[in-house]
């Protein structure tokens, strides 16, 4: 792909790292959608070849390379699948900047260095059963006794939540405060916390390979030293990062799109109707060209942000706009691609089904395209 923030180095990371996937992840993928998990073993060869957390400093066994690349990984991991994407993504690039920017020094030579060798997978626990994306309504608190936080609260839809070693766990240290997200902490819970268990692993429509579950803390017993950055500071720390989580959303939900029309457009070739290639028809021509439109103007988009963020711009209302805009655009041309497959399109054994499978979420998590255009109409109405 082109785009002017691109060197030479970055493209060679991509002709490598497309080179890797080529034989470790496209031969299995499907495989690894019915077992529904993507192996350790996997995540280990990524990061044996330093391709988890490229953004985090050499200090910490990193690479201290610049967003470009962490935007190859999602792409080339999103032209496999939805499901590989995710989790990795989401612990490279999402997760894992808290840790770097808000950590303590003990904090990031603990976490990091096996982060990126995929010894550690990570998860950020948000959501609860009964808040999503009002993220001021959480109920999860936790009350300092000495030298632990006491952890009590559910937390669901959390990706790499069944096999995350650690959790940013958003929770509330001061219920009481008013305005309520002032209250909101980040708390870092390893997995052999007392008090901390798995709820069940989440059986969802699509993404099957990604690990999606329920986190529990009845009392969890997590070390005060645990604290990421301040206490009460929690809500403003999210907000500082969401913009790279939308961001890289956007990106996955633009590549899904660009697969899903170069899949349709060899099959439309292929296929014949009454006695003619199905793209010859003036009608598949019309939806080939409305879809072809919209991808170019999502793309060209995607690459004038990323410069952007590559140089340190707020781009709260641009990347709320990338977010929910190719959001919706992906699951038109989801729906016009099963379309123009036919019957074939509903059939497992194809591709565009899967692909069609795995879009809608895109329009709900890291925030709903709802909350997407109210985020856009409060910067607009300033």
């Not at 890797?20 to 996997?42: G, N, S, T």
């Not at 990524?46 to 200090?59: A, I, N």
């Not at 439109?293 to 690459?303: A, C, F, L, P, V």
């Not at 140089?311 to 729906?335: D, T």
């Amino acid at each position: 792909m082109s785009g002017d923030f691109f060197s030479e180095e970055h493209n060679m990371f991509r002709r490598t790292l497309r080179k890797m996937l080529e034989k470790e992840a496209y031969p299995y993928f499907e495989e690894w959608e019915r077992k529904r998990e993507v192996p350790r073993a996997f995540w280990s060869k990524l990061g044996e070849q330093g391709y988890l957390c490229p953004m985090v400093s050499e200090t910490y066994s990193g690479l201290g390379l610049d967003f470009g690349y962490s935007m190859i990984l999602a792409e080339e991991l999103e032209r496999v699948g939805a499901g590989l994407a995710s989790g990795i993504v989401l612990h490279s690039d999402i997760v894992i900047p808290y840790i770097e920017q808000y950590g303590t020094e003990e904090q990031k030579k603990r976490w990091l260095p096996k982060s990126i060798t995929g010894e550690f997978i990570s998860a950020i626990a948000m959501t609860e059963p009964g808040a999503g994306s009002d993220l001021a309504g959480i109920q999860t608190t936790a009350y300092r006794e000495g030298d632990f936080y006491i952890l009590n609260g559910e937390k669901t839809f959390i990706t790499n939540g069944i096999n995350a070693d650690f959790v940013v766990v958003v929770c509330k240290t001061n219920p009481n405060v008013n305005p309520s997200h002032r209250g909101i902490s980040l708390i870092v819970v390893e997995k052999d916390t007392p008090g901390f268990k798995r709820g069940k692993k989440l059986n969802k429509i699509g993404m099957h390979s990604s690990d999606t579950g329920e986190l529990i803390f009845e009392d969890a017993k997590v070390p005060a030293e645990n604290l990421l950055g301040e206490e009460g500071k929690g809500f403003y720390y999210l907000m500082d990062k969401l913009q790279q989580e939308r961001l890289l959303v956007a990106i996955e939900v633009q590549v899904e799109a660009e697969e899903m029309f170069r899949i349709t457009k060899e099959y439309v070739k292929s296929r014949k109707a009454f006695n003619r290639s199905i793209a010859d028809f003036q009608n598949t021509q019309f939806k080939l060209a409305e879809m072809a439109t919209e991808i170019d103007i999502g793309r060209n988009y995607i690459h004038t942000l990323v410069a952007k963020h590559i140089a340190g711009e707020k781009l709260v209302k641009e990347v709320s706009m990338a977010k929910w805009w190719i959001s919706e655009m992906a699951k038109k041309v989801a729906a016009e691609c099963l379309q123009l497959h036919g019957g074939y399109g509903y059939m497992e054994e194809y591709e565009i089904a899967r692909r069609f499978r795995d879009i809608p979420v895109a329009a709900i998590y890291a925030g709903t395209t709802e909350i997407m255009k109210g985020i856009i109409a409060k910067e607009i109405l300033k």
